[in-house]
């Protein structure tokens, strides 16, 4: 039983042996390819410019911010930040694309200062909606009508152009973009970083992002192999679906067709980013089974960090790990 965030349990899910062979059962959507191309250009045709500007130069000195706004899904105003190291000037940099653990938003920028310290600008997304529980953010989410579980895993899941995960998603692939337009961004070598739903949003960055995206990195990432989790854990998020179903009994065959079109395990098969990802064996927030079913699914070059006694947490560790990745990579 967990009694903390992040504590491990027991192991729960496949032996590792068969962890490494597990592929997803969820089928793809005929025209999934089509349809992601049609939410993209639909958000394309409402943008407006992103808009920058300086962030407390007074407080921060030498290090460079920058409080952003850019166009999202259905042409919602997104906030962000863009950091750059000290002294960088205008120098094209390599630069990795942030996205938010569930619940948490966007932050302050002393939460991202590692990467600028490393010699590499960061483009953080602001997460819609989110950021009232472990990390402030900035940004609405024009949600649609319908019954819903508290959270925001079933806000408009009885239709996949309606979902909130849809939204979140195009706004995580168009991040991407942005980013690649930004003053001083080297937009030959761009990354995707995140842990948890960041991890999965970085997952479908990368695959809606193709060749765009140089290296993919996703820890922990949720978002993956959804008829899997909502039947396997009784930790939230997928928690949130599961008890949603539970009492719209006639609403599971719409929600399970939904969640196949926004599903990282099937996306993450478009991915032609170098990848690093991590998975915890005694995580029983994102199951280590749902994590294999999105790395076994890249066939582009991949490493995954097996972490056998973690649950839902990255050891401190690890962050060294991904800065060797990048500096070989990126």
């Keep these: 039983m967990i009694t903390r965030k992040g504590c491990a349990v027991p192991w729960f899910d496949l032996p590792e ?54 166009s999202g899904a259905l042409g919602d105003r997104v906030k962000g930040w863009y950091l750059r190291p000290p002294g960088s000037g205008d120098e094209p940099l390599p630069t990795v694309v942030t996205y938010i653990g569930y619940g948490g938003g966007r932050g302050l920028p002393t939460e991202h200062a590692l990467l600028p310290a490393a010699g590499y600008a960061v483009f953080v997304m602001d997460t819609r909606g989110q950021g009232g529980r472990w990390t402030p953010g900035a940004t609405a989410d024009s949600a649609p009508a319908g019954p819903s579980h508290p959270g925001f895993m079933t806000r408009g899941i009885t239709a996949p152009e309606t979902y909130y995960v849809t939204r979140l998603m195009t706004d995580a692939a168009l991040a991407v973009e942005v980013a690649a337009g930004l003053p001083g961004v080297d937009a030959a070598r761009l990354a995707v970083s995140g842990g948890s739903q960041g991890g999965g949003l970085a997952l479908a960055a990368a695959a809606l992002g193709g060749d765009r995206v140089k290296v993919c990195h996703a820890d922990v990432p949720f978002l993956c192999d959804f008829q899997r989790a909502i039947t396997l854990t009784g930790s939230d998020p997928y928690a949130e679906i599961a008890s949603f179903l539970a009492h719209n009994v006639h609403l599971v065959p719409a929600a399970l067709d939904t969640l196949r079109y926004v599903d990282a395990a099937l996306l993450a098969r478009r991915i032609t980013a170098r990848s690093l990802l991590s998975v915890g064996l005694m995580d029983e927030v994102c199951p280590p089974s749902t994590v294999y079913a999105a790395y076994n699914e890249i066939t582009a070059p991949k490493e995954i960090a097996v972490l056998p006694f973690t649950g839902h947490v990255v050891p401190q560790l690890h962050a060294e790990t991904k800065l060797r990745h990048l500096r070989e990579h990126l």
């Design 17 to 70: 042996p068969e962890l490494v062979r597990y592929r997803t059962a969820t089928e793809e959507p005929e025209g999934l390819d089509d349809w992601w191309r049609a939410r993209l250009d639909e958000a394309r045709a409402a943008a407006a410019p992103p808009a920058l500007e300086p962030h407390l130069p007074e407080v921060y000195g030498p290090l460079g911010v920058w409080d952003v706004e850019f």
